[in-house]
């Protein structure tokens, strides 16, 4: 006879925003029975109670044979699910139906040992023996079947966190694609943030050259617009060249000025947008466990 029973029980998790929400099962959370970190356990109890009356010699005949295994789940459950934004509280729910999937298969696991064992149990008490040979026989079936059992508690953990790896993958290489592209636009706007200084030195001198020129045009009776005349003293004419090659300089400058502030401003929006895209492919990481 096989007798299963099954239950489940719950930790509290609590937290409003994804690090606090696993910083708390992280401190608050499970280890399995070999020390590791679990977000969910399922642990099984299990006992074999047979007996058998040797009827003859070197003949045992069974009278009952019971395998009881008796399975707990343990699942997280957030305390505070009203408190949550809608996107958080959409990850979490998500989150907690993968960890309970994962303990199912790991009860499934249990339940198909359990009922392997039965059978191969069946099996051996048909066969002819003493009843002390048929104890030697049922005890090594026994171990052999908890070991096996636990091999494929083991291999699922290997696929599980090589599904789970996978998963990850794509979004930590794009993560890694976005951190080289932020850390070349903050050394692109640094870069910039120095040429824009050195065009407003280089703009403040000019304009300081265009007003001794004024000046010196005001002193010989001329001013700027006066250039556009004929018939211009020679030094009229010279300081008009002078001013004319300084405007041209500062007008470049100012160009220069503008593009840079132009290609720094568009640089900082697609910063921003970077940020924004990799902040919720960090986030989509720290739910892909």
Same mark, same amino acid.
């Given at each position: 006879m096989l007798k299963t029973s099954s239950s489940t029980r719950y930790y509290s998790v609590r937290g409003t925003t994804t690090g606090a929400i696993f910083d708390d099962i992280e401190k608050n959370g499970l280890f399995d029975t070999k020390a590791r970190r679990a977000i969910g356990l399922t642990s099984g109890e299990w006992s074999i109670d047979w007996r058998g009356i040797e009827t003859r010699p070197a003949l045992c005949s069974p009278e009952s044979m019971t395998i009881t295994l008796k399975l707990v789940v343990t699942l997280p459950q957030h305390d505070q699910l009203n408190d949550? =934004?809608? +996107?958080?509280?959409?990850?979490? /729910?998500?989150? $907690?139906? %993968?960890? @309970? !999937?994962h303990e199912q298969r790991h009860v499934d696991i249990y &339940? +198909?040992?359990?009922?392997?064992?039965?059978?191969?149990m069946e099996a051996i008490l048909k066969k002819w023996s003493s009843c002390s040979e048929l104890e030697n026989k *049922?005890?090594? &079936?026994? !171990?052999g079947q908890q070991a096996e059992i636990e091999n494929a508690q083991d291999q699922f953990h290997l696929e599980d966190e090589a599904r789970i790896q996978n998963d990850q993958k794509?979004?930590? $290489? /794009? *993560? +890694? *694609?976005?951190?080289? %592209?932020?850390? !070349?636009i903050d050394a692109e706007i640094r870069s910039l943030e120095q040429t824009l200084g050195d065009l407003k030195r280089q703009r403040d001198t000019t304009h300081a050259s265009i007003d001794a020129v004024k000046a010196e045009m005001a002193q010989s009776g001329a001013a700027p617009p006066t250039c556009s005349q004929s018939r211009l003293t020679n030094r009229i004419q010279a300081i008009c060249q002078q001013y004319n090659a300084l405007a041209a300089a500062?007008? @470049?400058l100012v160009d220069q000025h503008n593009g840079a502030v =132009? %290609?720094?401003? =568009?640089?900082?929006?697609?910063?921003?947008?970077? *940020?924004?895209?990799t902040n919720g492919l960090i986030e989509a990481l720290n739910w892909t466990r």
């Open positions: 949550l =934004s809608q +996107d958080i509280r959409t990850n979490w /729910q998500r989150f $907690a139906a %993968r960890v @309970a !999937a &339940l +198909d040992g359990a009922k392997t064992t039965k059978t191969r *049922i005890r090594r &079936l026994w !171990a794509p979004l930590q $290489a /794009q *993560i +890694d *694609i976005n951190q080289t %592209r932020l850390t !070349a500062h007008n @470049a =132009s %290609r720094r401003n =568009s640089l900082a929006g697609e910063h921003n947008r970077v *940020i924004a895209v």
